[in-house]
C-alpha cells in the first residue's frame, strides 16, 4: 500500500468542469507538495503546504492541507485543457527527511 | 538559469548489462535525488546525495548505486540489468538536503531493457 492515496487515479472532464484530487495517509507530514507532470517531461512543483490548513491559491488551483496534516487537497475551477497530466501529491512524514509519493491522479480536460 | 540536466535521454539495454546514468543540478545546488517511475509503482525513491555523501536511501536492491562528484553532478549506476529495471529514472536536485525543499525535476533517463 502507498503511504500516500491519491484519489481518483484517473479522471477526464470536459473544459469548464470543476474538480478535486484528494491526497491522503495516515501519517502525518511536515509538508506536502504537488506536482504536474506532463508526458515526456519530470514533475514540476506547483505547490508546497506546510501549516495544517493552510490554503494556498494558484490561478485556478486551489491547495489546502489538512488540519491534522495528514491529507491534502487540489481543486482545479473551470478546468482547461491545458491542465491536462498527471498530479502527483508528495510528502515528507513528520521526523523523516524523505519526499514520498502518490501514485498520482491522471487528468484529461476535453475540449 | 539552466535547470537538471539528465542524459541520455533514452537507453535501451539488454539483459545482464550495466547502465549510467547522468544528471547534473541546477547551479548551486547541492543535493541530488534519484527516483524510478513505472506505471505500476509510481515514483519510488531511490538515493539522495549531498556534498559528495550518501545521505538518504530507498528500498532497493544493491545492484542500484551511485555516486556524486564535486561539482555536485551526479551518476547512478545499475548492475546486472533485469527486465524489470525498465522504467523513467528522475533525477531531483535541491538548495539543501532533505525532502522539505523544493525540488527541480530532469526530464528523465527512459531505460528500456530487452
Known amino acids: 500500500t502507498q503511504l500516500l492515496e491519491q484519489s481518483p487515479q484517473f479522471l477526464s472532464i470536459q473544459e469548464g468542469e470543476n474538480l478535486t484530487v484528494y491526497c491522503n495517509s495516515s501519517s502525518v507530514f511536515s509538508s506536502l507538495q504537488w506536482y504536474r507532470q506532463e508526458p515526456g517531461e519530470g514533475p514540476v512543483l506547483l505547490v508546497t503546504?506546510?501549516?495544517?490548513?493552510e490554503v494556498k491559491k494558484l490561478k485556478r488551483l486551489t491547495f489546502q492541507f489538512g488540519d491534522a496534516r495528514k491529507d491534502s487537497s487540489l481543486h482545479i475551477t473551470a478546468a482547461q485543457p491545458g491542465d491536462t497530466g498527471l498530479y502527483l501529491c508528495a510528502g515528507v512524514r513528520e521526523y523523516g527527511n524523505k519526499l514520498v509519493f502518490g501514485a498520482g491522479t491522471i487528468l484529461r480536460v476535453k475540449s | 538559469k539552466a535547470g537538471v540536466t539528465q542524459t541520455p535521454r533514452y537507453l535501451i539495454k539488454t539483459r545482464g548489462q550495466q547502465v549510467t546514468l547522468s544528471c547534473s543540478p541546477i547551479s548551486g545546488h547541492r543535493s541530488v535525488s534519484w527516483y524510478q517511475q513505472t506505471p505500476g509503482q509510481g515514483l519510488q525513491f531511490l538515493f539522495e546525495?549531498?556534498?559528495?555523501?550518501?545521505?538518504n536511501k530507498g528500498n532497493f536492491p544493491g545492484r542500484f548505486s551511485g555516486r556524486q562528484f564535486s561539482n555536485s553532478r551526479s551518476e547512478m549506476n545499475v548492475s546486472t540489468l533485469e527486465l524489470g529495471d525498465s522504467a523513467l529514472y528522475l533525477c531531483?536536485?535541491?538548495?539543501?538536503?532533505?525532502?522539505?525543499?523544493?525540488?527541480?525535476f530532469g526530464q528523465g533517463t527512459r531505460l528500456t531493457v530487452v
Open positions: 503546504v506546510v501549516t495544517g490548513g
Open positions: 546525495y549531498f556534498s559528495e555523501t550518501q545521505r
Open positions: 531531483a536536485s535541491s538548495l539543501r538536503q532533505g525532502g522539505n525543499t523544493e525540488a527541480f
